[in-house]
């Protein structure tokens, strides 16, 4: 039996509010830089809640001052990862649960469950989002070891109490198989940690003398539990910044200094720049815009007498600041668009001024979107407008054109096998094939990606390993040198890990005895991953060394830093949205369901004190108040990590009908509808240098018909239109066609431009 849970003893440091990222890292330099000093840089051990941003957290503590004279390599890990490499220090056996092999293991666990399944669960299985919103509840629960035995006694949801004990009897599945899924790594390693298994705390400990742990807001109960153990004979640091959690809240309501104890003594501090004076020279622009979303507070209120902002030296300078208005002490910069395309195009547009104008570099941009699976349709229209981006992931397999080959390989093996060796005809043009027919729509895709895709070939590379065959189609067909020759680079690296995720499928098929070890066994394998897979559903690297604009979710951007961000997708839809935790359930159903992993019921109390954003009296629906919260929360962490510019954009919708309205998010017009806060609109029609080949083109056919209407538009209004200035621009247009190296198909479209520009919507050939 485990010990009792030791409390947390140390000294907690907590920055008052969200500072800009640069500051953030320089107060956790000094503070590494002091623990370093007294402990030795490799005794101490620095400990980031999340992933996120640990490389960034690296370069920072590396530069840190010290006055040691031995080598500075800093000890950084994300605790997920270090309470990884201690279970596997305690036992090297374990197998941790992949992504595809989850699931496999509990979709079997649910088909054989002894319950009756809840009838509104068996409804809800026919939505495609179903599988993914029951795994992420099932994750959670696991990460805070919520039991269905824990919850009986408060007479659960059906549903919850259903999903509850199926996730009990699948991971008694995992025991018995000897593995373990990443969600369980940190409550398995605190109970090892506190019971010192086999002296593991011991060992761990010997070579740490002190922890420095960063990004404490964001600390759980079991990441507090974890801390604890781990530091049990060591010293500890924390450092945190208040009205800066976001993913620690969604479950437990309340400041990280009330839910530490007695035994860390509490220190609110201000960061070196604050200290130092500093701050008037250095300090973003919408630095107090940050402060707002993040505190409510009210920007002039912070400003000490004589002290100014670079918003009211622009003030001044313009000759505004009479006396008579209000001081401006932020400024943002706003896109409004039309619609999500043309807003990304925009962003596309700007960040080309920004280079000409500034000479960044691309790596000093960031594009950042509300949700990650929003990564994938956002950076190709960037790219797309010709502008480099850095962000690699494993998007949805569903999506991976190198993926989808190998299922329709697998899918003819599976025919094969079925049939015999005899699959029938290969001809795309044999009259009796259905175009529905799984057979028939492998057949064609296989021909429309390889040249020489016969039934020899498909033979060629059976073999009685599932896994051997597939290389050997790899091989024989030069997938990887396809790849490679037509796709970006980014595109390229992305499927080369969506083959590496099929062959790891395929080993686990020959090795598990959860499906049978042949081609019927993989197709269900992959068929189930494929169907269940979401976007981006694993890592995200955004700062690869090749370089590029940064294109993230804004969870990501919390410790990172770049010249200038972009801020997506400002609807009120998104900020802050409907659906807080879930599409699984109703919100009328979350609000009774105490035993749900997150904060479902929280009172008034809980709210003000998480959240300073929030006063009592203007509190109406509790549940949608507080998660509200967060997300205006998570908006100001994405506006800190810009150091000089920070670009709010929007986008209009559709209202029903032919009506369009802008539905700006409500804390942008919170903002904005402060004197001290200033929103400058950025200019959508612009005269910018085009870039990109998407662009050109989209500009070259736009030219015509613009060229006419414009001509008809002055004719309408008696005005006189200078039709020199046209037919210039149209023969500068036909010397192109002529005598420029374009491709016929886009000549043709120019010309087909003036046609029905001129009414001529049939051709007379």
């Keep these: 039996m485990a010990s009792p849970s030791p409390p947390l003893e140390g000294t907690c440091k907590l920055l008052p509010e969200p500072v800009p990222s640069d500051e953030l890292f320089e107060c956790l330099a000094a503070e590494y830089a002091a623990l370093a000093d007294d402990y030795g840089a490799r005794n101490v051990l620095v400990l ?117 004990a199926m996730n009990d009897r699948f991971h008694a599945e995992l025991e018995d198989r000897g593995y373990v899924e990443r969600a369980d790594v940190i409550p398995r390693t605190v109970d090892l940690l506190e019971s010192n298994t086999d002296g593991l705390r011991d060992r761990v400990g010997d070579s740490i003398n002190a922890v420095l742990a960063v990004e404490f807001e964001e600390y759980r109960r079991l990441d507090r539990r974890y801390l604890a153990a781990l530091t049990a004979e060591a010293d500890l640091v924390c450092l945190g910044e208040r009205h800066a959690s976001v993913e620690r809240t969604r479950i437990e309501p309340g400041r990280i200094e009330a839910l530490v ?120 229209q960037l790219r797309n407008a010709g502008i480099p981006t850095a962000t690699i992931g494993t998007h949805s397999l569903a999506e991976d054109p190198a993926v989808n080959e190998l299922y329709a390989f697998v899918t003819l093996q599976c025919e094969r096998e079925r049939d015999g060796e005899g699959i029938g005809p290969l001809d795309p043009t044999d009259p009796t094939r259905d175009a529905t027919d799984p057979r028939d729509v492998s057949i064609d895709r296989l021909h429309a990606r390889v040249d020489d895709f016969s039934a020899e070939l498909l033979e060629s590379c059976t073999d009685s390993s599932v896994s051997r065959s597939l290389e050997r189609w790899i091989g024989r067909t030069d997938l990887k040198g396809r790849i490679a020759r037509q796709e970006d680079w980014v595109d390229a690296r992305e499927q080369y890990a969506g083959i590496r995720r099929v062959l790891e499928i395929a080993r686990f098929v020959e090795e598990t005895d959860l499906v049978g070890p042949d081609w019927r066994g993989l197709r269900r394998m992959l068929r189930r991953t494929i169907q269940y897979d979401a976007a981006y559903v694993h890592a995200v690297e955004t700062q690869p060394p090749t370089g590029g604009v940064t294109v993230c979710a804004v969870g990501d951007l919390k410790y990172e830093s770049r010249d200038a961000v972009f801020l997506l997708d400002l609807t009120d839809d998104t900020y802050p949205g409907e659906q807080f935790l879930t599409q699984l359930f109703p919100t009328a159903w979350l609000r009774d369901m105490p035993t749900y992993p997150a904060v479902t ?91 990109g080949e998407t662009n050109a083109l989209e500009a070259l056919l736009a030219q015509p018909h613009g060229e006419l209407e414009r001509i008809l538009r002055e004719a309408s209004t008696g005005g006189e239109a200078d039709l020199g200035a046209t037919e210039e621009l149209f023969e500068e247009i036909a010397v192109v066609l002529e005598a420029g190296d374009v491709n016929d198909e886009l000549a043709e479209a120019v010309r087909s431009q003036f046609e029905f520009a001129a009414g001529e919507v049939i051709r007379d050939d």
């Design 601 to 691: 019921d929280p009172s008034a109390a809980d709210i003000t004190e998480t959240f300073a954003t929030t006063e009592a009296a203007e509190i109406g629906d509790p549940f949608e108040t507080y998660h509200a919260d967060r997300s205006r929360r998570q908006l100001a962490l994405g506006a800190r990590a810009a150091r000089t510019h920070l670009y709010c954009c929007s986008y209009e919708r559709g209202s029903g009908g032919l009506r369009r309205t802008y539905d700006e998010s409500r804390y942008l017009q919170l903002a904005d509808s402060r004197p001290e806060l200033a929103l400058v609109d950025v200019e959508t029609e612009t005269t910018a240098a085009i870039h």
């Design 261 to 380: 104890g007695n035994g860390l003594e509490i220190e609110v501090v201000e960061s070196p720049r604050a200290v130092g004076g500093e701050r008037d020279s250095q300090t973003p622009p919408h630095r107090s815009i940050t402060r707002f979303l993040a505190t409510g507070e009210t920007p002039g209120s912070r400003t000490t007498p004589g002290q100014r902002t670079h918003s009211d030296d622009d003030q001044r300078a313009r000759g505004d600041d009479d006396g008579s208005a209000p001081v401006v002490h932020g400024r943002a910069r706003r896109i409004r668009s039309r619609t999500a395309r043309e807003q990304v195009k925009t962003v596309a547009t700007e960040i080309q001024a920004l280079r000409d104008r500034h000479d960044w570099s691309y790596d000093g941009f960031a594009v950042a979107v509300p949700r990650i699976e929003r990564v994938p349709e956002v950076r190709t």
């Design 48 to 164: 980031k809640r999340h992933p996120a941003g640990l490389e960034s957290l690296s370069e920072a503590l590396t530069d840190a001052e010290a006055t040691t004279e031995s080598p500075r390599s800093p000890r950084v890990e994300s605790l997920p990862e270090h309470a990884s490499k201690v279970l596997e220090e305690f036992d090297p056996t374990l197998d941790r649960l992949e992504y595809e092999e989850r699931i496999e293991l509990i979709s079997l666990v649910i088909d054989g469950a002894s319950r009756d399944v809840p009838s509104y669960l068996e409804r809800a299985a026919n939505h495609e989002s179903f599988a993914r919103d029951v795994g992420q509840l099932l994750l959670e629960a696991t990460r805070q070891r919520l039991r269905l035995a824990d919850i009986e006694a408060t007479k659960p949801h059906e549903c919850l109490a259903f999903l509850y």
